[in-house]
């Protein structure tokens, strides 16, 4: 309930301000590389731990005994005490829940265990949820809730998990990327869903713009239904979607055209928004509710995405749009007079080497834009931190009140895959050495590292901090 | 004696962390803020003739040498082309057949050395975990080619 008042309260105060914080309505407005945050903070990253295989998710419990969660892409969560220990034992290892070997399809290297999300009430009713590729389901997207033993607090072993193992969705995937991966609880109190656009590319199913797939949409579920119920999830109500699919009699006269725009009979109800490509990771600022969408590119541009907190029903364009820009880019955009804009633009975007077919090659950018989380101290009110996959840089993304700033806050040599928060709220991020080439498998590339994002005058002595460009 | 002692005592400690490349001859810096690079990667391999060599000189034995060029090509194919392309002019990673490099260091021998076994930026990753000095000497001598005409 203190996380809804601090949403309220915030938005409340936003209506008085100057200039609202929300998403730019043309394109020249959308920030680029280059930008200085309000008070041009300085941060470094401290290495929380080392040696997990292919980390690529990180998350709380929210339940106060400071753990972290890494979430390996085998299969695997392993946790990390409040000292920087790392338990032997995993939380959870789906490598083991099925006699006949992993339940993890992790063949091509964007599958693997995505995500875990812990129950907003975690502390008392155990409940924990996960997303992954499932090899039985041959790589369909699971969302399954597991639920702690009290008694064994550090270690949901394979019975158990198959024990108190709960599908909440199986989401059907055509090909082997751009299946994930994020989940995480909203300052609602609702589970939130990433879900890809089902891969290749060019989004062959047009699932964008499709509101009968849940592919390439931000999905959002109730979880809190009794575990006899017909369902095992609720729509929210105020979902975008919820009712315009329910059936009805046809009324042709003395409708609106706006009420008529309504109805959608083929719309899933879990739709919160839609038109995104590869959301891999978002984040909710904790402070007010908002939420960043860390939207991964195709061959040009990265975009980061920013939602107002509770704007429902927005579409992102994909794939009529890739970042700013229309979709498929032939050529420099500057010269594409017919392009006009498709839903709502992101807050930035940063361009890979080639930033059009045929440009010079652009070095400020990079390939992947995996977010970590908003900062809110170190002289940052709500900057949304991500890493790129490829270049190993660090931006922040920020408001100055009057537009979006992004700025480039560090050039690491990592190649950065998840991020998030620890209990204190301060945005942790991992590293792995994996990539489409040279992948030896996700238990044999190079291991990852867990960093906090500090300060960088409060980095700790004999911290290891994370190698930079001076 | 007096003064070498003396110059000794005054070499920062930052120096002397470098001594183990140092002494071999090349000082390899660490591509990403040029400071000394640590051979810390896969330290069973076998430091072969060539390698030893190139530690001292800086130059590439294998260079123009057919034999290991087949071998550096077959080792391209499977660890690089994926991002630099089979004609080497580069798609995630950087073009590679031309004369300009991000790093200036990158033009030289040693330069391409220390990226390859250290590491870049991201995903241009230290595959001196991957693989051994000796094939990534092969690996710059099948690159050269791309630069030959």
């Known amino acids: ?470 | 004696m007096h003064r070498l002692l003396l110059l000794a005592a005054l070499l920062p400690a930052a120096l002397a962390a470098a001594a183990p490349a140092a002494a071999d001859g090349i000082e390899f810096k660490a591509t990403l803020n040029d400071k000394p690079l640590q051979f810390k990667y896969r330290t069973n391999q076998e430091i072969t003739p060539a390698v030893e060599s190139f530690h001292k000189t800086g130059e590439n034995p294998y260079a123009g040498d057919a034999a290991a060029i087949a071998d550096g090509q077959k080792i391209y194919k499977k660890m690089c082309q994926a991002c630099h392309l089979k004609d080497g002019t580069g798609r995630i990673g950087p073009n590679l057949t031309d004369e300009e490099w991000a790093r200036a260091r990158t033009g030289t021998e040693v330069g391409r050395f220390e990226i390859i076994y250290g590491g870049g930026a991201g995903a241009m990753q230290a595959f001196g975990r991957r693989m051994d000095q000796d094939d990534i000497l092969k690996v710059m001598a099948f690159i050269d080619t791309f630069r030959a005409d």
Request: aromatic share 10%; hydrophobic share 35%.
């Open chain 1, 1 to 470: 309930m203190k996380k809804l008042l601090g949403a309220t309260c915030a938005v409340a105060l936003m209506a008085f301000g100057a200039m609202a914080k929300d998403a730019p309505k043309t394109p020249d407005e959308v920030a680029q590389p280059g930008g200085t945050l309000p008070g041009n903070p300085k941060i470094a990253l401290v290495q929380i731990a080392d040696g997990f295989l292919d980390p690529i998710n990180v998350a709380n419990a929210g339940d106060g005994s400071g753990r972290i969660f890494v979430v390996e892409r085998i299969g695997r969560i392993k946790i990390v005490n409040k000292d920087g220990s790392v338990n032997e034992e995993p939380f959870l290892d789906l490598t083991s829940i099925n006699p006949l070997g992993n339940d993890v399809q992790t063949g091509f290297v964007e599958q693997g265990l995505y995500s875990v999300a812990f129950h907003p009430n975690f502390a008392e009713n155990g409940h924990f949820y996960v997303h992954y590729a499932s090899l039985p389901f041959n790589g369909d997207g699971m969302i399954v809730r597991f639920t702690v033993d009290p008694e064994s607090p550090d270690v949901v072993d394979a019975d158990r998990a198959n024990g108190t193992a709960k599908v909440l969705m199986r989401i059907e995937q055509p090909w082997y990327n751009h299946n994930g991966g994020q989940i995480e609880f909203g300052p609602d109190g609702y589970l939130y869903i990433g879900s890809g656009d089902g891969g290749w590319e060019g989004d062959p199913y047009e699932a964008g713009q499709d509101l009968s797939t849940p592919l390439a949409k931000i999905l959002r579920i109730d979880v809190d239904v009794p575990d006899d119920a017909d369902r095992p999830y609720a729509i929210p109500d105020d979902n975008p979607f919820a009712n315009a699919s329910s059936e009805r009699l046809m009324v042709l006269f003395g409708i609106t055209e706006e009420q008529f725009a309504q109805i959608k009979t083929r719309s899933l109800p879990e739709i919160w928004s839609y038109g995104v490509r590869n959301p891999y990771e978002f984040a909710f600022d904790q402070k007010t509710g908002d939420m960043f969408i860390a939207e991964v590119g195709q061959n040009h541009w990265e975009e980061i995405i920013f939602e107002p907190a509770g704007t429902a029903g927005r579409n992102y364009g994909w794939p009529r749009m890739e970042a700013a820009f229309c979709h498929p880019m032939t050529g420099d955009p500057a010269e594409d007079t017919d392009c006009s804009v498709v839903g709502t633009l992101p807050a930035a975007m940063y361009p890979h080497s080639a930033p059009y077919p045929g440009a010079p090659e652009d070095n400020t950018g990079g390939c992947s834009v995996q977010g970590f989380g908003v900062a809110n101290y170190g002289g940052m009110d709500g900057v949304y931190l991500m890493g790129d996959w490829c270049s190993g840089r660090v931006f922040g993304l920020g408001h100055d009140g009057e537009k979006w700033q992004l700025q480039e806050m560090m050039q690491t040599g990592l190649q950065f895959t998840a991020g998030g928060y620890d209990e204190d709220g301060n945005v942790i991020a991992v590293n792995a050495n994996n990539f489409y080439l040279a992948d030896e498998g996700p238990d044999s590339n190079p291991p990852g590292q867990l960093w906090r994002v500090v300060p960088a005058d409060e980095v700790p002595e004999g911290a290891v901090v994370a190698e930079t460009v001076q």
